[in-house]
């Protein structure tokens, strides 16, 4: 057996190597984010009565159901190191695309599986310029932001498709305003679809593959990862999640707009990194996507409920969102340095 290791302290008695607790509440992935929403919900319970009621709780999971939806396809690009920040531009293609073929009378199934397809091949638009044409996925996906915004304009010259009377509609507004009981259909959609993307990241090899790509590309790519194919698809995920993110948006709406949410691209990157996932890549998960999701969406509620105007709500997230990134880079260096350290 060998010999046990003395372990060193530091001049304060501290072990060397053990992080202090703010060093370890930085560095975990999930602790800032969900120590922050626990504060948040405890002081608006305390001061707004109405928050802890069910229906405002599920009107936070509602309200911010295309959020999640599209932050999720979000996580999946920051994961591999790139930003798709065409993804509400998709969404409203998409929903223009939805809405107009259930006002044309085409049955539910149909206008759902073309939404969602049309999302994913907007999105194998970006990940082919992106893998194979070597192309900044800041560039083209700064391009599909405007060309995505200019189609949904386009195709019915900018007017609004009102799906609330069409015969497909019923179905689509069942799924995201109906219950079961009472918990919410939404809900649970929320919650298998948090389970599969989840699992995809953490039990297969594309999901293994996201994050070695995301930690060093070119490591990757000497290990035998496909980079080009995983990046690509990457990308068509993303773009699936605009397509699922329409159909939501048209069925709480009621229709279909080819106006974008100008907090919305901002608002899903911003519960991304809220979430743990490091901007540089190689590291994050969906989990932690969920609770930047409801921490912004309880802000937004909590900003609602005091009645503070909507026009803050911009200057809220966005502060939110440089807090989050500095948040990230201080987890980085910690851990750089621990690691100098021999820890």
Known sequence: MTAPSI????????YAGAPSLLGRVLQNRYTGALVSLLLVAAFLA?????FLTWPNLMNIVKSNTVVFVLALGATYVVIAGGIDLSVASATAAS?????????????????VAAAVLFGAFLGAINGFLISYLKISFFVVTLGALSMFQSFALIINDGVSVSVFSAP??????????GNVGPVPVILIFNIVLLLVAGGVLRYTT????LYAIGANMEAARLNGIDVKRVMFFVFVIAGLAAGLGSVVQVGRLTSASAEIDPTLLMTVLAAVLIGGTAFTGGEGGVFGTMIGVLFLGVIQNGLTLSGVSSFWQG???????IFAVWLGGMRQLLRRRRQSTGS
Do not use: C, E
């Open 7 to 14: 372990a060193k302290t530091d001049s304060h008695g501290r």
């Open 315 to 321: 200057m809220v997230s966005g502060g939110i969102l």
């Open 46 to 50: 305390l001061t707004q009565p109405v």
């Open 95 to 111: 929903a223009m695309i939805f809405g107009l073929l259930l006002a044309a009378g085409l049955a539910t199934p149909v206008a």
């Open 206 to 209: 594309f999901g293994r593959s």
């Open 168 to 177: 497909g509609f019923a179905p689509v507004n069942a799924f995201v305003n």
